[in-house]
């Protein structure tokens, strides 16, 4: 895959440990879907460093006053994309307990790829914030692309997107569509199969989340 200035591969060691429980089919889901928030929390802590939403408030210490630098807790939205990005919402609650929560409604047709939107709502003001988009699994990069689009139709200019898992055509899918926004992923794989499933990959990300198979 090439090179693209707005994606951040992570490859770090301690994700990559918990990825590899994560791909496991022997992983039960609630292991699964705590593994999920983990890798959530710390994808965002690595996605924020170059800069977080901040507001300065006064701190009294038993000594004196002083000035402070602190998150700006609200200014921050959490989009998942259902179902499977649910399963990340905790992830960067744990960091910021405030951020509001918009949800995008998606599924792929299975014989085109396809994704079709059926779910939208979004908090009121989303287009002044910092726009978290989640969703564990990236493989054509249709769903995350339609999704971004729909944020900036609702006039949203600061996205970051995070996945978990992706595959290269998803990657460089969004990274030329969207230019604009930043793409995190914690790792690539290999490729994808004729259904359009990432490989090696860890299946149905939604249906290990919830059960549903
Ligand atoms: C999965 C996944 C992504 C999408 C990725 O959702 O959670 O949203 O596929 O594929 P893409 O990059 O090729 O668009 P799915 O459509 O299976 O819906 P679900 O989360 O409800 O299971
Ligand atoms: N969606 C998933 O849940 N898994 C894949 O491998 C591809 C799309």
């Given at each position: 895959?090439?090179?693209?200035?707005?994606?951040?591969?992570?490859?770090?060691?301690?994700?990559?440990?918990?990825?590899?429980?994560?791909?496991?089919?022997?992983?039960?889901?609630k292991?699964?879907?705590?593994l999920?928030?983990?890798?959530?929390?710390?994808?965002?802590?690595?996605?924020?460093?170059?800069?977080?939403?901040?507001?300065?408030i006064?701190?009294?210490?038993?000594?004196?006053?002083?000035?402070?630098?602190?998150?700006?807790?609200?200014?921050?939205?959490?989009?998942?994309?259902?179902?499977?990005?649910?399963?990340?919402?905790?992830?960067?609650?744990?960091?910021?307990?405030?951020?509001?929560?918009?949800?995008?409604?998606?599924?792929?047709?299975?014989?085109?790829?396809?994704?079709?939107?059926?779910?939208?709502?979004?908090?009121?003001?989303?287009?002044?914030?910092?726009?978290?988009?989640?969703?564990?699994?990236?493989?054509?990069?249709?769903?995350?692309?339609?999704?971004?689009?729909?944020?900036?139709?609702?006039?949203?200019?600061?996205?970051?997107?995070?996945?978990?898992?992706?595959a290269?055509?998803?990657?460089?899918?969004?990274?030329?569509?969207?230019?604009?926004?930043?793409?995190?992923?914690?790792?690539?794989?290999?490729?994808?199969?004729?259904?359009?499933?990432?490989?090696?990959?860890?299946?149905?990300?939604?249906?290990?989340?919830?059960?549903?198979?």
């Amino acid at each position: 895959m090439k090179n693209y200035e707005n994606v951040v591969i992570f490859n770090h060691p301690l994700i990559r440990h918990k990825i590899a429980i994560l791909r496991d089919e022997k992983t039960s889901m609630k292991e699964f879907r705590e593994l999920v928030e983990e890798i959530t929390t710390l994808m965002t802590y690595e996605s924020l460093k170059d800069g977080v939403p901040t507001t300065e408030i006064e701190v009294k210490t038993p000594l004196e006053t002083c000035t402070q630098t602190v998150v700006a807790d609200n200014s921050i939205v959490i989009v998942p994309i259902l179902r499977a990005g649910l399963g990340m919402v905790n992830g960067i609650h744990v960091l910021f307990p405030l951020a509001k929560v918009g949800h995008i409604g998606m599924y792929r047709d299975e014989a085109t790829l396809i994704p079709e939107t059926y779910y939208c709502k979004l908090p009121q003001g989303i287009e002044n914030k910092l726009v978290m988009l989640v969703d564990p699994m990236l493989a054509t990069g249709g769903s995350a692309c339609d999704a971004i689009q729909l944020l900036k139709d609702k006039g949203c200019k600061h996205i970051k997107f995070m996945a978990i898992i992706g595959a290269p055509e998803g990657v460089s899918k969004v990274a030329e569509t969207h230019p604009d926004v930043n793409i995190y992923v914690s790792t690539l794989d290999r490729c994808l199969n004729e259904n359009g499933y990432i490989l090696p990959g860890l299946g149905d990300a939604g249906d290990r989340l919830f059960g549903t198979k």
